[in-house]
């Protein structure tokens, strides 16, 4: 005799997704906090993006345009793209669980690296798909790894440029060999969140292979440079074909009327993207050189985080150095769930709290008794 359920139950699978774990909000220290685990800009939203959000609150009572037709023009003007071909959302987030959506179901596979973005797995996992976690090479995306486990059933291949938390890259060239050797039924999804702080010529956000292409997505984020985390604003640029399947499964509202009118401010706001990419150059550059001198492993970055490695010794390892960071009132990212439980993340903040994360790093390696090179 079959026994219904006293509750509703989720389909299968759904409870075996392990949920995302954002970066902590507080410390046990007392004092000042400095709050590096997010990676959020320390200079904030342009002032033009507050004043747009202010003047917004007059219309709150209308529903925004459910085309979000201005901030797409807007985009489009700045990087000289076709309006038509992108698509916004809450977040890029917001994005890439879409497009896991449309193409992703029973029986597929996507493809992210191991220590890959989060969201890749739990938006393919949702989808109903099987996420297809490959190795990568000295902390970065391989082309060969990756390659090497597409099958007929792959749908989708994740990679972020720069990847977070890794903060490595693959040089353009790279991208394009990957992409020339995918079957064209495959879905390339470039995730180029932090794309405005890349300094390497040998680097693209994926704008021309998108153009050029028609299973590349490019996909970017109000929430790192632009200061608007708290808005969720994301969009991708994709062939036209994408963006009509997306349109038909995405929220008919999916970008608020004051995230908009700020986006809006913000992505015509070059100047102030060139202040804080410049801060972020300086004291990237900086942090990094005196958190090696401590005898730390860091990971070379080009995004505006580093990922710095710790011995697996008692006193020493990465869980008793976020301790001892929090009891300072510096809080920062573990990262033990992106497979990393040997490494912390460190979002560069302002000069003050650059400065503070430094020297409580400093004090941790000097009462750990030194000795923290790992090899």
């Known amino acids: 005799m079959n026994t219904l359920p006293t509750r509703p139950v989720p389909r299968a699978g759904i409870l075996d997704i392990e949920a995302y774990v954002p970066g902590k909000s507080s410390a046990k220290g007392g004092g000042k906090i400095y709050k590096l685990s997010s990676n959020e800009t320390p200079l904030g939203p342009p002032p033009s993006s507050i004043e747009a959000f202010h003047a917004s609150a007059a219309s709150l009572d209308v529903y925004p345009d459910g085309s979000v037709r201005a901030l797409r023009e807007a985009i489009g003007a700045r990087f000289g793209l076709d309006a038509a071909r992108i698509i916004?959302?809450?977040?890029?987030?917001?994005?890439?669980?879409?497009?896991?959506?449309?193409?992703?179901?029973?029986?597929?596979?996507?493809?992210?690296?191991?220590?890959?973005?989060?969201?890749?797995?739990?938006?393919?996992?949702?989808?109903?798909?099987?996420?297809?976690?490959?190795?990568?090479?000295?902390?970065?995306?391989?082309?060969?790894?990756?390659?090497?486990?597409?099958?007929?059933?792959?749908?989708?291949?994740?990679?972020?440029?720069?990847?977070?938390?890794?903060?490595?890259?693959?040089?353009?060239?790279?991208?394009?060999?990957?992409?020339?050797?995918?079957?064209?039924?495959?879905?390339?999804?470039?995730?180029?969140?932090?794309?405005?702080?890349?300094?390497?010529?040998?680097?693209?956000?994926?704008?021309?292979?998108?153009?050029?292409?028609?299973?590349?997505?490019?996909?970017?984020?109000?929430?790192?440079?632009?200061?608007?985390?708290?808005?969720?604003?994301?969009?991708?640029?994709?062939?036209?074909?994408?963006?009509?399947?997306?349109?038909?499964?995405?929220?008919?509202?999916?970008?608020?009327?004051?995230?908009?009118?700020?986006?809006?401010?913000?992505?015509?706001?070059?100047?102030?993207?060139?202040?804080?990419?410049?801060h972020n150059d300086r004291w990237l550059n900086w942090l990094t050189e005196q958190v090696s001198a401590l005898g730390l492993e860091v990971t070379p970055s080009v995004a505006n985080f580093i990922l710095v490695h710790f011995p697996d010794v008692p006193g020493r390892s990465a869980a008793d150095a976020e301790e001892f960071l929090g009891q300072r009132g510096v809080i920062i990212r573990g990262v033990g769930s992106y497979n990393l439980p040997s490494a912390i993340r460190i979002t560069i903040g302002s000069e003050e709290a650059t400065r503070a994360v430094a020297a409580a790093l400093k004090d941790f390696v000097t009462q750990a008794g030194g000795g923290m090179r790992l090899g």
């Open 88 to 278: 916004c959302g809450n977040g890029s987030d917001d994005i890439l669980h879409l497009l896991a959506a449309a193409y992703i179901g029973a029986g597929d596979e996507g493809i992210l690296t191991v220590h890959g973005f989060q969201i890749y797995k739990i938006a393919i996992l949702a989808a109903g798909g099987t996420p297809v976690i490959v190795p990568e090479i000295d902390y970065t995306a391989s082309v060969e790894e990756i390659l090497a486990h597409v099958t007929a059933r792959t749908k989708i291949v994740f990679i972020a440029n720069p990847n977070n938390p890794t903060g490595t890259y693959l040089p353009f060239e790279e991208v394009k060999r990957l992409h020339s050797a995918l079957p064209r039924n495959v879905l390339l999804v470039l995730d180029a969140a932090y794309a405005e702080y890349v300094r390497r010529n040998d680097y693209s956000a994926g704008i021309e292979l998108v153009s050029t292409s028609e299973n590349v997505v490019m996909t970017r984020t109000f929430s790192k440079i632009f200061g608007l985390a708290s808005l969720r604003v994301g969009w991708a640029y994709a062939p036209a074909h994408v963006c009509d399947a997306l349109h038909r499964i995405r929220g008919p509202f999916n970008v608020s009327g004051p995230a908009m009118a700020a986006a809006i401010a913000a992505i015509r706001d070059n100047a102030h993207v060139e202040t804080s990419a410049a």
